[in-house]
């Protein structure tokens, strides 16, 4: 079956996840999927004998929650686990959203009348002025990059690891150049910001070299954004973060902070960035193995796997003990030519038939590169 769902993803420092704990169990969600990372900051620590200061890159551990939502519940949910977990408190974390049609065997049952009366209703989807930057590249190399973009000011970097499957499978014996294992960096920045952090990763990871790694931009609405770059003593009865939030909601955008000059995208851009979508697989291994050889099969490059740990929190708002159960996570990256027929593809081996409880979105997705060299590895 397919409706019209949100996909909420919060990103949550460790210290406070008992606060979200309470209140997916108040909300009654069915499935929320859980993966450990990191959040990566810069921290001012005094140089030698205290002359100067000197910065040095810091990781907090964190929580990334990824949930769906009825999409006219979209706005109501987000902001009541915002203000439980008081998530707009710098270096706590974030909360944004993506829409898209999401097919599915078995329904999603949710309790729409608790969550009308804790978060209400709302049909008006604001915009979505945010671009999350997923850059996926050989393990050991997310420091580097989250130090770059960090020098930058425009966000916080989210890192977790995976695997990624693709061209290492058509290479033969030259596959053991490329590493199996990723790194995944996660940048949450304003949208007229995007293109700048592009070209700042592009270079430093190689991404234009075929098995370097790979970029892709999705456009959310993000309500909530960590913005604690630097890790300091504070001097100010306002913390920078707290500052730049306020006056993001008075100018009714992040706009105003654009670091570059609006570039005027050119024909080839253009077409570089056109007829790309993402598919977003969520099941058990043997479904996922199912999905991402189906993809391949039938014109897909390269796919990246995460582990993941599946909670219902509908248990627990019944007074049950929580239900736990280990999924998987695949992120395929297609032109768009080839939905139509990777999606009839996957029907035919019955993965989204009625007795199945994994997941598929679809989202419109954009690539800096050219497709024309895989580069997924």
């Known amino acids: 079956m397919q409706a019209d769902f949100s996909t909420i993803i919060c990103v949550a420092d460790v210290n406070i996840t008992e606060l979200l704990d309470s209140t997916f ?51 109501g949910v987000m902001r009541r686990i915002a203000e439980a977990a008081d998530l707009r408190m710098g270096g706590r974390g974030c909360i944004f959203a993506m829409r898209g049609s999401v097919r599915r065997g078995s329904p999603l049952v949710f309790d729409e009348e608790k969550l009308i009366s804790l978060c209400g209703e709302d049909n008006k989807l604001p915009r979505e002025d945010y671009a999350l930057l997923c850059c996926t590249v050989s ?42 294992e990723k790194e995944i960096i996660w940048f949450l920045v304003p949208r007229s910001d995007a293109e700048l952090v592009e070209k700042t990763l592009i270079p430093r990871a190689r991404l234009d070299v075929p098995g370097h790694g790979f970029l892709y931009r999705i456009f959310v609405h993000a309500p909530v954004v960590n913005l604690r770059v630097r890790q300091g003593k504070r001097v100010h009865a306002a913390t920078m973060e707290q500052v730049i939030a306020a006056l993001d909601e008075v100018q009714g955008s992040s706009n105003w902070r654009r670091l570059g000059t609006k570039i005027k995208e050119t024909l080839e851009d253009r077409i570089k960035r056109d007829g790309k979508k993402g598919l977003f697989f969520i099941g058990e291994e043997e479904e996922v193995d199912i999905f991402r050889k189906t993809a391949m099969e039938n014109g897909a490059r390269g796919a990246t796997l995460n582990h993941l740990e599946m909670r219902s929190y509908s248990a627990v708002a019944q007074g049950q003990t929580m239900e736990s159960h280990s999924r998987e996570f695949c992120d395929i990256i297609i032109p768009s030519d080839l939905e139509e027929g990777i999606m009839k593809q996957i029907e035919e081996t019955g993965l989204l038939d009625g007795n199945r409880s994994c997941m598929l979105k679809v989202l419109p997705a954009e690539t800096p590169v050219s497709f024309s060299r895989p580069s997924r590895g």
């Open 25 to 75: 169990a108040d909300l009654a969600l069915p499935e929320v999927f859980v993966l450990r990372a990191k959040q990566m900051s810069l921290a001012d620590k005094r140089g030698l004998f205290g002359l100067r200061p000197a910065t040095k890159l810091e990781e907090s551990r964190a929580l990334f929650y990824r949930f769906y939502v009825p999409a006219k519940f979209e706005q």
């Open 139 to 180: 393990r050991g190399l997310g420091e580097s990059l989250s130090a770059a973009v960090l020098e930058l000011g425009v966000c916080v970097p989210v890192v977790f690891f995976g695997a990624g499957v693709g061209l290492r499978d058509r290479l033969g014996l030259l596959r053991i150049t490329i590493p199996v």
